[in-house]
């Protein structure tokens, strides 16, 4: 287990954790999950799928830093780094699209 991955078990508990919290008082069943230059959402994903699949879709990429390391370390560089740098990307965007739900009533 690399340090990294300590990181990445904390942002995978808390977009769990701000799922929890926030999964309850966002009322709407489409979340909206990105915005255009106007400001006005551009697409939307049911709540359920915008939700979790935040963490299966870490799981994944964690899983594939973690194949391509093993099978093909020659052509992975830096993979720490990236492991934090994607577990704070997204546990950030993560509370950014919640929090605009939460507040679009």
Do not use: C
Request: zero cysteines.
């Amino acid at each position: 287990m690399l340090p990294a991955d300590y990181v990445f078990a904390l942002a995978v508990a808390l977009v769990v954790t701000f799922n929890l919290y926030f999964g309850r008082r966002i009322e709407r069943e489409r979340i909206p999950m990105q915005w255009g230059l106007n400001g006005q959402p551009t697409w939307y994903a049911p709540k359920w799928f915008a939700m979790w699949g935040m963490v299966v879709f870490m799981g994944a990429v964690r899983l594939f830093i973690w194949l391509v390391s093993t099978h093909a370390p020659q052509n992975v560089h830096g993979a720490e780094l990236g492991i934090v740098i994607f577990s704070v990307i997204t546990t950030g965007s993560h509370l950014f699209i919640l929090m605009k739900a939460r507040a679009a009533h």
